[in-house]
């Protein structure tokens, strides 16, 4: 895995402008990926906007993100857009309090089910 590569085309991905093509659809456990690499993207950005989070647990927190987004098909363009996709919905259908309350119920079930 190129998790450099990967990063960088992420992180175009989601602060392109422009970027108003079809949503992608991906189901399944497939969508639970990327539903938690959502979650913690959305989560280690709002954290660190706040200076709540050190930059090396920001890192930790991307990659981990990233590392559950490379499970998923496709090429690192699709897989990226995909995560800029699910991250917009979770960035603006919750607040921060709903955001983090819904990160600690996950977070271990993401772990154990998709970094281990």
Known sequence: MRLTALLFAAAL????????RADLVITGRDAQKLHCAGLLWV???????????????????????????SQLPGSERDRARALAQRAARIGQNRDTVALMEEFDRN???????FLN
Do not use: H, K
Not at 53 to 66: D, G, H, V, Y
Not at 107 to 113: D, E, G, I, V
């Open 43 to 69: 989560v280690s950005e709002r954290l660190d906007r706040g200076g709540l989070l050190p930059p090396e647990s920001l890192i930790q927190a991307r990659t981990a993100a990233l590392m559950i987004l």
């Open 13 to 20: 991905a989601v602060f392109a402008p422009g970027s108003a």
């Open 107 to 113: 977070a271990a079930w993401c772990q154990r089910n």
